[in-house]
T-cell receptor, first 111, second 115 residues
């Protein structure tokens, strides 16, 4: 069935290293994707978005890559810091108002 | 930076009772949303609201649920007769315009516990 999902439930990285969080989607009609960060006890926090007519977008220390051929989305975090520890969700919109969230990847940063 | 605020942060209610969750969206936003997250699961869409009416709703949003914008600032979710399975985090979100290509900004949620 159609889904937005994540390859890895937990990712552990050393402080200062780069992190890559992956997301697969199955609906080629999806036209907008967002990465959210959720810290414990808080709501999803917008990180970066990308439209389906793009394949890369950069923000501050973050880059999102979109590969429509294999329906794959990734979030790259440069020089990962302890404050980056959180659960990261990809979400998509398919011509409606509603966000469809993936199951999330927990990023753990250790010193 | 403007933010979505939700009250209360934690609500404990007896099964069968009515509960109202409150949200103040970002002031210049026009679209409002409710999502929920059952413990350990992903965030699920409940309803979107625009121009004082429901724009879209999910299967979860049955007759027990309703939304209202009673004044120019508040946006509420009411559950008429709560069930144990309504226990979850409920998140309000808002966006400047329709969801497509517009990031939705979330509040920190209300934890609803049904006893």
């Amino acid at each position: 069935g159609e889904s937005v999902g994540l390859h890895l439930p937990t990712l552990s990285v050393q402080e200062g290293d780069n992190s890559i969080i992956n997301c697969a989607y199955s609906n080629s009609a999806s036209d907008y994707f967002i990465w959210y960060k959720q810290e414990s006890g808080k709501g999803p926090q917008f990180i970066i978005d990308i439209r389906s007519n793009m394949d890369k977008r950069q923000g501050q220390r973050v880059t999102v890559l979109l590969n429509k051929t294999v329906k794959h989305l990734s979030l790259q975090i440069a020089a990962t810091q302890p404050g980056d520890s959180a659960v990261y969700f990809c979400a998509e919109i398919r011509n409606t108002d509603k966000l469809i969230f993936g199951t999330g990847t927990r990023l753990q940063v250790f010193p | 930076e403007p933010e979505v605020t939700q009250t209360p942060s934690h609500q404990v209610t007896q099964m069968g009772q009515e509960v109202i969750l409150r949200c103040v969206p970002i002031s210049n936003h026009l679209y409002f949303y409710w999502y929920r997250q059952i413990l350990g699961q992903k965030v699920e869409f409940l309803v979107s609201f625009y121009n004082n009416e429901i724009s879209e709703k999910s299967e979860i949003f049955d007759d027990q649920f309703s939304v209202e914008r009673p004044d120019g600032s508040n946006f509420t979710l009411k559950i008429r007769s709560t069930k144990l399975e309504d226990s979850a985090m409920y998140f309000c979100a808002s966006s400047p315009d329709r969801g497509i290509h517009q990031p939705q900004h979330f509040g920190d949620g209300t934890r609803l516990s049904i006893l």
